[in-house]
């Protein structure tokens, strides 16, 4: 990244302390991150972020739904409390139960089999629990595990990277779920968009009819 292009060097001239520059290193790059190098936004909010100024928030450094606040406030939370606690809790199986539940009520097709996606997750909870001698499991040696029983009742990553680049239209699936969330109509979604995740030609030029899910 171009830091003097972009406003980057300039902003970080104005911080003299270490904390304050670490503080805007990470908002920048949480933000670019979610949005791009390119945003256009990007070099007026630099060059208006003063060093007595908080890049998440004054700045709007925060990105999209103010996920680089929520990160700091995850990483502050990691730092100030003793490994044990952090790294390594009991999980009960309502809270998996409440992990599946969320997924299921935000995911957009009817394409999951929930019912024996629950009944193996089930039966992995049970074994795992009986490694632990208690009535629950291990988040720092046992949700990775669960985390594999769960993802492989759950349709292939999609990579939109060269050609590997596939239109939207039934790839997730082709009914919605009756539970789904806000969604519009794909004549108002941002086709132009299509082009720029690295394949030669714009794969979305056609529309259809079907619903297209977002989140605001």
Known sequence: MNMKKVGLRDALSKRT???QRDSL????????YNRGVFDTQLIQMLNGCNADMDPCTDCKLDGYGGH???IRIVCKAVDSVPNKEVYDYNLSKEDVEYFISTIQS???????????LRNDVDTAYDYLKTQRNSNSISFRYDWRTLLAVIRM???PIEYFVGDQV????????SVLNDDLGPYQSVSNFPFKFCSTSGG?????????????????
């Open 17 to 19: 302390k270490r904390e």
């Open 25 to 32: 290193e990470f908002a920048t790059a949480m933000y670019t």
């Open 68 to 70: 680089t606040t929520d």
């Open 106 to 116: 935000t995911y957009p097709f009817n394409n999951v089999d929930w019912k024996t």
């Open 153 to 155: 009742h759950l349709p």
């Open 166 to 173: 596939k239109t939207f239209q039934d790839y997730w699936g």
């Open 200 to 216: 030669r030609s714009n794969l979305c030029s056609s529309k259809s009819q079907k619903q297209v899910h977002y989140s605001k």
